[in-house]
């Protein structure tokens, strides 16, 4: 049965690489022969003069596909693009609402819909996570969101622990601005295509973009590590670094 499982399993793998190599191709064919720099560059200027002329309804617009797409684990680079259109405090309000909006929803589900599975799947961490928050409170929750540890994992199981939501609300809107704050910069100092278009690639050799693509990628490892050095992220018996060897079904 087990080989059985492993050959099924091992079949699969291959039907997915198979069908994401033929999207793969199909999205490169397509880009290749239908879509230009020049059509590109147009809708571009479109989407800025739209947010120009309706800056509210624009917000709204891009708050509620912002969160949605939030809700989707692995969706990184969002807040860059956004960041790039909105420009740098209208971008960053757009990312911590957003991800905020999308962290309650997850949370919600975890705490009334999927409490009993998020127990069994992530036990060892929801444990440390309780003793944790019985002796640091909500600041824990903030140090997690701070040094960036998986999104998704975090609000579903802070669901199923014992803090409230309240309390789950404000250390993410609070512990998600540093790192967005970094990732709405650069995303206006990403050139538009239009300047893409007449520069070339040149013009994403700007020194000040690449510092904070530098500082982007060094700062939740930079933070983790502080910490660390303090006991703040330390748990013999799960937590955080539990993450990483916690598989029970």
């Known amino acids: 049965m087990i080989a059985l499982k492993k050959v099924g399993g091992g079949k699969r793998k291959l039907v997915i690489l198979a069908v994401a190599v033929a999207v793969g191709a199909a999205l490169t064919w397509y880009v290749k022969n239908y879509v230009s720099l020049e059509a590109l560059v147009a809708q571009e200027e479109k989407v800025r003069e739209a947010i120009d002329r309706r800056p509210w309804r624009s917000f709204a617009l891009g708050l509620v596909i912002y969160s949605v797409v939030s809700l989707v684990p692995g969706t990184s680079g969002k807040s860059v693009v956004f960041a790039w259109l909105f420009g740098f405090w209208q971008g960053l309000a757009l990312i911590i609402l957003g991800l905020t909006t999308a962290a309650m929803v997850i949370f919600n589900l975890s705490r009334y819909v999927f409490h009993g599975w998020i127990k069994r799947r992530y036990g060892r961490f929801l444990a440390g996570l309780d003793r944790h928050l019985h002796r640091e409170g909500a600041f824990y929750l903030l140090t997690l969101r701070m040094a960036h540890f998986p999104f998704t994992i975090v609000n579903l199981v802070s669901g199923a622990s014992g803090v409230r939501a309240q309390t789950f609300c404000w250390t993410t809107c609070v512990g998600l601005v540093p790192g967005s704050a970094v990732f709405a910069y650069v995303g206006i100092r990403m050139p538009s295509l ?3 278009s007449t520069h070339g690639v040149g013009s994403l050799f700007d020194k000040p973009l690449i510092a904070a693509l530098a500082t982007s990628a060094a700062f939740p490892f930079a933070f983790r590590f502080v910490a660390r050095k303090l006991g703040l992220l330390k748990d013999k018996d ?10 029970s079904p």
């Open 238 to 247: 799960g937590g955080p670094d539990s993450l990483a060897t916690d598989q």
């Open 194 to 196: 239009n300047e893409l």
